[in-house]
């Protein structure tokens, strides 16, 4: 009696298309946009960090801290499509949940600039901070009109 055995290997080759980097949506509108917002946002917040004689405690604290909180949630969502994570956590609806982050910090971050830049009185690392704040939140605003498509604009029916 004769026996047949059949050995099959199986080997996982990744496509440069499918590696676990995406460089590629650093050239895209949207990863440019979160540069730009990091960018601003971290300017902004070492302006108002570095600078000397606070005029008004309160207000630059909480420009701060918004700056800041926004500087690290924006990181979060630019290391999350660089690295493509969404795919690995799909119970979350993850334009829905960009869309309302740029919501809310694009309204937060503007009022911060409104009240910074009214109580800077006259010093120039204040200014420079709720000016880039004001850059931020530009930023902000055209990502959110983009993404608005992707969240909460019309469906195609499958």
Do not use: D
Not at 19 to 37: A, D
Not at 81 to 100: D, G, S, V, Y
């Amino acid at each position: 009696m004769s026996h047949t055995v059949i050995t099959t290997t199986t080997t996982m080759t990744r496509t440069s298309g499918e590696s676990g980097l995406n460089l590629g949506y650093t050239r895209t509108i949207p990863g440019l946009l979160k540069i730009g917002q990091l960018i601003s946002l971290l300017i902004a917040f070492l302006c108002v960090r570095c600078a000397r004689g606070w005029p008004s405690w309160p207000t630059f604290q909480y420009f701060e801290v918004v700056t800041l909180w926004f500087f690290v949630a924006f990181l979060i969502f630019f290391l999350m499509h660089l690295f493509r994570l969404q795919a690995k956590m799909p119970c979350i609806n993850w334009p829905l949940t960009e869309f309302f982050h740029y919501s809310v910090g694009c309204v937060l971050i503007l009022i911060a600039s409104i009240v910074a830049s009214v109580k800077s009185s006259g010093v120039s690392a204040l200014v420079a901070g709720s000016v880039f704040g004001f850059i931020a939140t530009f930023l902000m605003a055209v990502n959110l009109w983009t993404s608005y498509s992707v969240a909460c604009g019309p469906q195609s029916a499958v």
